[in-house]
Structures are given as structure tokens and as C-alpha cells.
């Protein structure tokens, strides 16, 4: 859109889907965690914000939307417009509850600022009246953007279907394997929320004592923790997964800035059950 709007030619809008295509292709490679690596004081972990792919893409927005609005004449005919005047104030003032709320890039507030500024770029090429023709290019641009944005919201929505799933086939096995005792869940997120609409109840960990016979369904257990679980009573007797294995998932450091997906075996995600031999609470050294 912001080539359209400055009546750009073909070659500006061929460089603009290189830059599309690249970040994409970057971010998909982990390019902020890659950077972690080899530039000096920093790890994958501890990069400066602007490095952050969505960092990258805001100072990009930033820049253009820079360019669009301090265009000369052509400032002049957006700032007489007062729909433009009411976009351009929404788009600041998103931009400034975003660090309100947090001075981290993270993509998953970045919504309603690109809402915005994608309707003060449209008004603009309306004010601007016909551009000059530019041919295919800019259909390429649209459907590249499109592939990349369903893709993403394809694979989150698999993520999604993924975790419900897996509830449900928990929550069924817990009820044919309880044996007279109580079912309880300690899991964290979407996987909390569909535990808590299935009926079984969310353990306090300061308070609730599984008794012999109860199920306790949770969704970190590595080896230290599953030793434990172990030593204080809870042996584990079934890890479940279940839905649609893609073999690549969102990542949750996505949502963060970071890499948008993971690569392995088995994306869906994985509970596991377990079952109180004797009296006991959770330990306090568990984790988690």
C-alpha cells in the first residue's frame, strides 16, 4: 500500500517485496536469535530490542510512515483531511499504549497498529487520486503478504484445535482410569482454560492434597521434575497427544518477537497423568 500511495514505480514496489519476502524468510530462519550469536555482549536470549524481528519490521513502519506523511505538497493534503488527522492520532496513540504496556516488541500487540496505519495509507491513495498504472507487481505484493499472514494463522489455528484436543482425550482418560478418585489438572495456558471448561479442577498448590487413587494431569514434565513427582507419590502412568501433527508449530516466542515457528517430530502438544500412590501435596521444589 505505502508505494501506491507515493506513486512509486515498479522497480520501488519489486525492492518492497524483496524487503516482504526477506523478513519473512529471516524471521522463519530465527534471525534474532542467530544475531544472538555472533554479535559482541549479546546471547539468543538477550538481544537489543530493535534486532527483534518485529523490532526490524517497526522501525521499517516507522520509517515509511515517516516518508508518507512529511512529503511536502502532498503533507498538505493529508493534514487537511480530517479523517486522516483522526487515523494518524489513533495510530499514535496505539503506538503509545503499546510501550505503555510493555517496552518489548512483541507481535501479538501489533494488531490495531497495523489496522491503523493500513487505513491512513488507504486514505492517502485516496486523497492522492489515480496513481499511475503499475501493473502485476502489485498483486504479486498483495498475494505474497496474504500467503504469509494465512500461513501463519493456518498453523496457529491447527496449534488451537491441537490443544483442545488434547484436553478432551485427557479429560476421557482420566474418567475411565479415576477408580473412585478425584481428577485434578495443574497445566498452564489454552491447555488451563479447556482443562477448566472439561470439568476438572485446577489444583492449588499450596492448599489441595491428592489422595490414593487421585489423577493429577500436567503439562511439564521433564526428567528432574518427574523424579520429583515420583519421590513424593505420583507415578506417571500416560502421556497424551492428540489433533493434527504438522510437524511445525508457532512458537510461543513468537508472541514475544521471536522466531514465529519450531520444527520436530511432533508438534502437538503433550500432557502427562499421573496417579497418587499415597497421601500428598505438591512439592515445593517441583517447579514450574
Request: overall charge positive; proline content about 5%; some cysteine.
Amino acid at each position: 500500500m505505502y508505494p501506491i500511495a507515493r506513486g512509486k514505480g515498479r522497480r520501488f514496489i519489486a525492492a518492497n517485496i524483496i524487503f516482504v519476502v526477506a523478513a519473512f524468510a529471516l524471521s522463519a530462519a530465527g534471525f534474532d536469535r542467530i544475531l544472538g550469536y555472533v554479535i559482541p555482549g549479546t546471547t539468543p536470549d538477550r538481544m537489543p530490542m530493535v534486532l527483534s524481528a518485529s523490532g526490524l519490521l517497526g522501525l521499517a513502519a516507522l520509517i515509511y510512515g515517516g516518508c508518507l506523511i512529511g512529503g511536502g505538497s502532498y503533507r498538505q493534503i493529508l493534514f487537511n483531511d480530517r479523517r486522516v488527522c483522526f487515523l494518524l492520532a489513533w495510530a499514535i496513540l496505539e503506538v503509545l499504549v503499546y510501550f505503555v504496556m510493555s517496552p518489548f516488541p512483541t507481535a501479538r500487540r501489533m494488531g490495531e497498529i497495523i489496522a491503523a496505519t493500513l487505513l491512513l495509507v488507504g486514505r492517502a491513495v485516496i486523497l492522492r487520486g489515480p496513481c499511475a498504472p503499475i501493473g502485476r507487481l502489485v498483486h504479486v505484493q498483495v498475494v505474497i503478504n496474504a500467503i504469509c499472514g494465512l500461513t501463519m494463522l493456518a498453523i496457529a489455528l491447527v496449534d488451537g484445535w491441537n490443544v483442545e484436543a488434547t484436553v478432551r482425550s485427557a479429560a476421557a482418560f482420566m474418567r475411565t482410569n479415576a477408580q473412585g478418585g478425584e481428577a485434578w489438572h495443574m497445566t498452564s495456558l489454552g491447555l488451563a482454560h479447556y482443562f477448566d471448561a472439561t470439568g476438572i479442577a485446577r489444583i492449588d498448590r499450596d492448599v489441595t492434597k491428592l489422595q490414593p487413587g487421585d489423577l493429577l494431569v500436567v503439562d511439564f514434565l521433564d526428567a528432574e521434575r518427574a523424579e520429583v513427582l515420583q519421590a513424593s507419590g505420583l507415578q506417571p502412568i500416560a502421556t497424551i497427544r492428540a489433533g493434527i501433527n504438522l510437524g511445525v508449530s508457532v512458537s510461543t516466542l513468537f508472541y514475544r518477537a521471536a522466531n514465529p515457528w519450531f520444527a520436530a517430530s511432533d508438534t502437538r502438544p503433550a500432557v502427562v497423568v499421573l496417579r497418587a500412590n499415597k497421601p500428598t501435596g505438591i512439592p515445593a521444589d517441583f517447579g514450574g
